[in-house]
């Protein structure tokens, strides 16, 4: 072989591994021939002729050859064509989300830049936000948006530099990182890149990938990146880079400064039920593969659903739901389908008429069984008259056997044996058909005798062809010639051996009998057709928990009326806001046991809020009353509900100021008010985060009056205004301001100088 290959190699007739790569590798070149730099060219000419140089057995030889491949598989210069159509690209975005304003009017102004432009530049997007909010499912509709390729690849838990920057050749198994992984499966030098959960990145004795990350994320490094493996530069500034996390602060102060964040806060119900709506349930109807016209969601099902279910800020969990809810819907429909099955049994009549075309499957299955014994008895009665035949036959073979003796008849019987010979076994018609007749009529024997007497070329050869074609012709000419056996005795025993294997092969008959029970059976009919005149299955709030269980959340409001001690706050949590309380009780009293405990795990910034709000209690009510010595007296505990749940940060400072106040005057709290800030130790009111969530969570719990610090006040008017209608709000600088409003003291200012200026009008008329 080794040989063959070589004489070929000489005379020109086969080329050798290392020139049909050379010229594969060159033939790659051509696509990219304008766009490949020319440092890289020189790489690539200097390793094709090392390649040629080094023995295909050499271990140098497949590191040579891989890096060619991955050399001549990126797409040097090639960029997708982009469409800068900002009406289509709202229109792809509003089609494949409900709300993100803030993510597609970024998106649109990009491509708004690149219109003008003719050209876009690579940016970095960092989308931020809860769980379930869309941010992995914005990047596929920006990319269609753009009419660029999508490449994904997570980052979480991470740990090794190699995933980003590739390994040195010098490694067995070397690879490049992702980003040249990410060039090769896309085959354009512009791909939108989506790096997820950029905020879980991990770091081991690998290096640091979120370091690495700086050069890949640097708008002005990443035109000159350098891969371990490839090590020439690859340019990276047109590739667009989003990147996803659920909290900036985890992410490195130098990666994150090379970002652009745009933050996605969670959905309110009005949104979900958008989703819910437009998308979740579609999706999950079609994947159960139910029909809209078979089950359906109310609108009122969906909203407990959303409100005592699904309370996350993202829809993922609510995607879940909804599909339990369409798999127990399929369920019942199959279980329906098998019910009507069981009491149709739907059999077709075998004569072919147009009456009865059903019968119940009990008729048909004793129907079968007779059949299936009067077979039987018909079989054996078969044999019988096979046995009589071939004795009739032998008789009159011994009466014919000197008339048969001759040479005509012996080169006669060669010849058929020779084509029996040739030919494969088959079944006679004829003879079966004379099996037929035989068990119908009675005086089928002598018609056969008849017929045997007298025997025609065209039976012979046919009888032949289940005789046995190992026979020796010699030895038949022998017994021919001796008289012991003639054509006929051949008919004879032919005749013999089928009916032997009719009888030895009782299978073949019984598959024909079940084959024709089974053609009598009509086609069922499909689910669509039974299912078709079955009722529409509705789910709606009375039946909700027969699909997905009790309630999950019950209200987030305790209390409709808080008593004393007791005051609403909000606070923000990486799910989306809710509402917190904040409760105080008196312990002891007696002088000098003034003192606070505080239960709830609390964190560390939340106690030391705790500690200020005392301070400035007892600051406040010395100012009110000058007399009251509650706070130097009075043992308290401070507790914030649901225990189990760590709860830290420095925006309930004006919520506890309140609730100590309240239990110091033995006053309530206004109704339905909620309040959140900072407090500093002069009682400065300082700004807070997640505005939008603490907004939502507000709506949520029936919150009439807002408190905000008057610097969220920017914040709080950008949010869309369903978003905002319905509330009382106020923004605050000093917590005196919140002790006005929360106790009622503007009001009764008020009605006090209304009675004043009545009591002076009176008195000037008198």
């Not at 958008?274 to 079609?286: G, S, V």
């Not at 009719?502 to 024709?516: A, G, L, M, R, T």
């Not at 505990?637 to 309240?662: F, N, Q, R």
């Amino acid at each position: 072989m080794e040989q063959l290959k070589a004489i070929k190699k000489e005379l020109g007739l086969e080329a050798d591994d290392k020139t049909a790569l050379t010229a594969k590798f060159r033939e790659r070149l051509k696509e990219y021939k304008d766009g490949v730099p020319e440092h890289v060219l020189q790489v690539i000419e200097e390793e094709m002729t090392k390649l040629q140089m080094l023995e295909a057995s050499s271990s140098e030889f497949n590191v040579t050859r891989n890096y060619l491949d991955w050399l001549t598989s990126i797409p040097w210069g090639q960029y997708s064509k982009e469409n800068f159509d900002v009406r289509r690209a709202q229109k792809i975005l509003d089609e494949d989300h409900y709300g993100l304003t803030d993510v597609k009017e970024r998106i649109l102004e990009f491509i708004a830049v690149g219109r003008l432009r003719g050209s876009v530049q690579g940016k970095i997007i960092c989308l931020s936000g809860p769980p379930g909010v869309g941010k992995t499912s914005i990047g596929k509709s920006i990319a269609k948006a753009l009419n660029r390729k999508f490449f994904r690849f997570s980052v979480g838990g991470l740990s090794d530099v190699a995933e980003i920057k590739g390994h040195r050749r010098t490694y067995v198994g070397a690879m490049p990182g992702k980003m040249v992984q990410c060039l090769k499966s896309t085959g354009t030098a512009n791909p939108l890149v989506l790096i997820d959960e950029i905020d879980k990145l991990g770091r081991g004795h690998a290096g640091d990938p979120a370091s690495a990350l700086l050069e890949l994320l640097d708008p002005e490094q990443n035109a000159n990146f350098l891969d371990h493996y490839l090590d020439v530069p690859i340019d990276l500034s047109k590739v667009l880079f989003v990147c996803t996390a659920n909290v900036v602060e985890t992410i490195p102060g130098p990666l994150l400064d090379r970002m652009e964040v745009i933050r996605l806060v969670g959905y309110i119900s009005d949104e979900k039920m958008h989703i819910a709506r437009d998308y979740l349930e579609p999706n999950a109807r079609t994947g159960s593969g139910i029909k809209p016209e078979q089950a359906r969601i109310t609108e009122t099902a969906l909203s407990v659903l959303i409100e005592t279910y699904c309370r996350e800020a993202g829809v993922r969990n609510l995607q879940k739901h909804i599909e339990k809810i369409y798999r127990k819907i399929a369920l019942k429909l199959v279980s329906k389908d098998a019910e009507i099955r069981e009491k149709m049994k739907v059999v077709s009549v075998p004569t072919g008429t147009d009456e009865d075309f059903s019968r119940p499957a009990a008729e048909v299955d004793d129907k079968a069984e007779d059949k299936i014994k009067d077979d039987e008895c018909l079989e054996s009665h078969e044999r019988e008259n096979v046995k009589d035949e071939d004795q009739l036959k032998s008789h009159e073979v011994s009466s014919e056997v000197s008339s048969e003796v001759s040479s005509e008849a012996s080169s006669e019987v060669s010849a058929e044996v020779s084509s029996e010979a040739s030919l494969e076994r088959e079944p006679n018609e004829k003879e079966t058909e004379e099996q037929d007749s035989t068990s119908s009529d009675g005086n089928a024997i002598s018609q056969d005798s008849e017929e045997l007497q007298t025997p025609k070329s065209d039976e012979n050869e046919n009888v032949l062809s289940d005789g046995k074609a190992e026979k020796n012709v010699d030895e038949m000419h022998h017994l021919l010639r001796s008289g012991v056996m003639d054509k006929s005795s051949i008919h004879g025993t032919n005749m013999e051996e089928a009916s032997d294997k009719d009888v030895n092969n009782p299978e073949d008959s019984s598959e024909i009998k079940h084959e024709s029970v089974d053609d009598s059976v009509s086609e069922e009919p499909s689910i669509e057709e039974i299912l078709k005149d079955v009722e529409m299955i509705v789910v709606d709030e009375t039946n909700l928990s027969e699909y997905v269980g009790n309630a999950v959340f019950q209200s987030d409001r305790i209390y409709d009326q808080t008593p004393v001690g007791v005051v609403m706050g909000l606070a923000w949590t990486a799910m989306g806001g809710s509402t917190l309380y904040v409760e105080t009780t008196k312990i002891d009293e007696g002088e000098g046991k003034g003192a606070l405990q505080l239960t709830g795990q609390l964190g560390d910034v939340m106690r030391e809020s705790a500690s200020i709000a005392h301070t400035v209690s007892r600051a406040i009510l010395r100012e009110k009353e000058p007399t009251n010595s509650f706070f130097r007296d009075t043992s308290l505990h401070l507790h914030v509900p649901a225990g189990a749940t760590p709860k830290d940060g420095p925006s309930a400072g004006c919520t506890m100021i309140t609730s100590l106040l309240s239990v110091a005057m033995n006053k309530e709290v206004k109704k339905d008010v909620a309040m959140t800030g900072e407090v500093t130790l002069t009682g400065r009111i300082l700004p807070i985060g997640g505005v939008k969530e603490k907004t939502i969570a507000a709506r949520r719990s029936g919150v009439k009056t807002l408190i905000f610090p008057k610097a969220n006040q920017p914040d709080f008017d950008e949010l869309s205004s369903h978003i905002k209608e319905e509330f009382d709000v106020h923004f605050v600088e000093h917590y005196m301001e919140i002790f006005k409003i929360a106790f009622g003291e503007e009001s009764r200012n008020s009605e006090a100088s209304l009675s004043a200026a009545e009591s002076c009008s009176t008195s000037t008329e008198q």
